[in-house]
């Protein structure tokens, strides 16, 4: 069940540089709130698969609705519940506020990861049979 695989894992670390450059530098209305998003769930994919040998779709899908429930739980003003409301890392960990659109960036980044998932498992086979 438990593997560790480089190439995820490096993902993992590129897309998390990317996330805390998005985090620090970008204050736009569209690359921060929402490409932070879409980037976000292919991190945790990524993370995921560095460390747990699941399939492409088992991944994506608890990815998915992990982030979900993130989202419904900022929703539901976790981090105020939490007194967590003053904690800069909660509020960038956690979110702070709900949005629809959010689920949305979610669910095209899972998208994206199974997309680009099948074809790689598509060219590496073909690439097996010439």
Same mark, same amino acid.
């Given at each position: 069940?438990?593997? +560790?695989q480089w190439?995820?894992? %490096?993902?993992?670390?590129?897309? +998390?540089?990317? !996330?805390?450059?998005?985090?620090?530098y970008?204050? /736009?209305k $569209? $690359?921060?709130?929402?490409?932070g /998003?879409?980037l976000v769930v @292919?991190?945790? &994919?990524?993370?995921?698969k560095?460390?747990?040998?699941i399939? =492409?779709l088992k991944a994506a $899908?608890f990815v998915l609705?992990?982030s979900?429930? %993130? !989202? +419904?739980? #900022?929703?539901l003003?976790? $981090?105020?519940y939490l007194?967590? #409301?003053?904690?800069?890392l909660?509020n960038i @960990?956690?979110g702070? &506020?709900f !949005?629809?659109i /959010?689920l949305?960036?979610?669910?095209i980044g899972i998208a994206i =990861?199974v997309?680009?998932e099948?074809?790689?498992?598509?060219?590496?086979k073909?690439l097996?049979? !010439?």
């Open positions: 069940m438990f593997k +560790f190439r995820y894992f %490096v993902l993992a670390l590129f897309l +998390f540089l990317i !996330e805390v450059l998005i985090a620090s970008m204050h /736009d $569209i $690359i921060r709130p929402y490409v /998003d879409l @292919i991190l945790l &994919y990524c993370l995921l560095s460390f747990v040998n399939s =492409v $899908i609705l992990f979900y429930i %993130v !989202e +419904f739980l #900022q929703y003003n976790l $981090i105020k007194g967590l #409301q003053k904690s800069r909660a @960990i956690l702070n &506020y !949005e629809w /959010d949305l960036a979610y669910t =990861v997309l680009v099948k074809r790689a498992t598509y060219l590496n073909s097996k049979t !010439e």
